[in-house]
């Protein structure tokens, strides 16, 4: 079998270089694109599709409609990281609130029966850089891990597709791990 490619659409992330080796470690290869130039749909080269975080407020429905539209339409797995994340459930309804900054690591509880979490324990330590938290899942969406500050730490689309995660996976052991998770159902 052909090595598995992700398609990492980067959102403006300080962390580009981090996401990308973390899934070449994991063992897909990875190409990259902006939000501003995301292809209409997928042509069968990518496997999954990874929306990378972002200093640009996820409420921007405009600039990211083409990045949506590819994401809710692609029958590949989908992992929005942080503003990744956040792009997805403010496109579906989500709402966001201020809370306060918090960088480093940062502990949350995980629910042990989904398989993005196969390979870490019921607390995880993770790495957030931010101050929007999601308080509540989307329709059609629900938490599936929370922490002190942030109700909707991780989430899953209810057809089990999408995935989304508060802190930045692509730091951090338990991070990857997660990305482990996430790999094993493309792979």
Not at 8 to 15: A, D, F, H, P
Not at 91 to 94: A, D, F, P, R, V
Not at 105 to 119: N, R, S
């Given at each position: 079998m052909a090595q598995p490619r992700v398609l990492?659409?980067?959102?403006?992330?300080?962390?580009?270089h981090q996401l990308r080796r973390r899934f070449e470690e994991l063992g897909s290869a990875t190409d990259v694109v902006t939000a501003a130039s995301v292809p209409a749909k997928l042509d069968?080269?990518?496997?999954?599709?990874?929306?990378?975080g972002t200093k640009v407020?996820?409420?921007d429905t405009n600039y990211y409609r083409p990045l949506i539209e590819l994401v809710m339409t692609a029958d590949v797995p989908v992992f929005g990281i942080c503003g990744g994340m956040q792009i997805i459930a403010v496109?579906?309804?989500?709402e966001l609130a201020e809370g306060p900054q918090r960088v480093g690591?940062?502990?949350?509880?995980?629910?042990?029966?989904?398989?993005?979490?196969?390979?870490v324990k019921p607390t995880v330590t993770v790495?957030?850089?931010?101050?929007?938290?999601?308080?509540?899942?989307?329709?059609?969406?629900r938490s599936i891990g929370r922490s002190e500050h942030a109700p909707v730490e991780f989430l899953r689309s209810d057809d089990g597709r999408i995935f989304g995660s508060?802190?930045?996976?692509?730091?951090?052991?338990?991070?990857r791990e997660i990305l482990r998770g996430f790999v094993q159902l493309y792979q």
């Open positions: 990492v659409v980067n959102n403006g992330t300080l962390s580009l069968g080269r990518h496997q999954a599709i990874v929306l990378s407020r996820a409420y496109s579906q309804g989500g690591g940062h502990q949350a509880e995980v629910d042990k029966d989904e398989p993005l979490f196969t390979f790495f957030h850089r931010h101050t929007l938290y999601l308080q509540q899942a989307p329709p059609r969406f508060q802190a930045h996976l692509e730091f951090r052991d338990d991070g």
